[in-house]
């Protein structure tokens, strides 16, 4: 009993208080997070935020400062990278260029020190896995950057490690291809039922493909959750940027709120309009207020709401985006999507918008 636990949680990853320091540079920052086995878990964030020095130090590439790091219950931190049966696919194909598609697949086997028969059976089955199994004796530079891409991802489970490391894999392909592996690469992880951690600075591949999305802004986890807790319950001004489209405005509490109830944000040029609050707050604090294009409202006549006025109206077939402009300066995008038999307008005309307290997110300013 105790065997098979151990066995269901061997592609677990534990990261505890992970920090890097580069001279002044925190790449990462206490970083505290827990992958679970068989999940794919992508690190999003920009340039910079240290996403792939967490990936090295799970490889065993970089060692940290401070925290540790477990591997199905086992600290690995100071394991070299050779003894932690981890695969890793890398931004650039990284393939021999003198050896066949089938010999750099059994390549890892080999080091591993197989037979020749056992390491073609295996390397043939990785490529039957990434459906290539008519370009075995092909040299990589006969290949398409798509093909040799699947190649690498063949040569990295044809040992079968517990967990896939895969750092900006699709980010040098085209989109239509990129959009095809993004899709091929999470129907290959749910088939051979791996953990894959996914490093991406690009939002809309983190969620497409991710069970959870880790995110990152200067070696900090802003956020740990599933694609739509992100997207629709951001915790951080950072978060509520990052991911999807977001119009900031700043205002001040009108009174006090604990996190999750509803409180009024005075807007700066405007009236009081509701929110959620995601700090608790006190009556006077500064806050930022989050809204989501769609999630905006054009209203009928004399309602009471934000009056503002539209400045392009921009037809997209799916959608009309609205630029306004609201009392005070405050520019803001509005999302009509098509339809749906919402209200429309046209540029220059004079408009009011209203929005739900739970379409709006009231985030505390330090002060
Ligand atoms: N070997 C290194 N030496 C010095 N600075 C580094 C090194 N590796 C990473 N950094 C710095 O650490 C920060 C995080 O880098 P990195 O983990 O590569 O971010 P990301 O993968 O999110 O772009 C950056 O500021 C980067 O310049
Ligand atoms: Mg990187």
Redesign the pocket.
Known sequence: MRKLDADRNAGSISIEGLTRR??A?H??DGVSLDIRAGEFLALL??????????LMSIAGFEYPDEGRILLGGEDITWLPPNRRNLGMVFQRYTLFPHMSVLENIAFPLKMRGLGRAEREERARAALRTVRLDQLGERRPAQLSGGQQQRVAIARAIVYRPRVLLMDEPLSALDKNLREEMQIEIKHLQREIGITVVF?T?DQTEALTMADRVAV?DH?RLQQLGAPRELYEAPQTEFVAGFIGETNFWSGSAAAAAAPGEAVGVRLEGSGVMPALAVSRVAAGDRVRLALRPERLRILPGAAEGVPALVTEAIYAGNATTLMLEAAGGQVLRLRIPAGAGLPEAVAGEAVTLGWQAADARAFGVAP
């Open positions: 580069f001279g540079v790449a990462v964030g920009p340039s910079g935020s240290g996403k792939t020095t967490i490093v600075h990152l070696g």
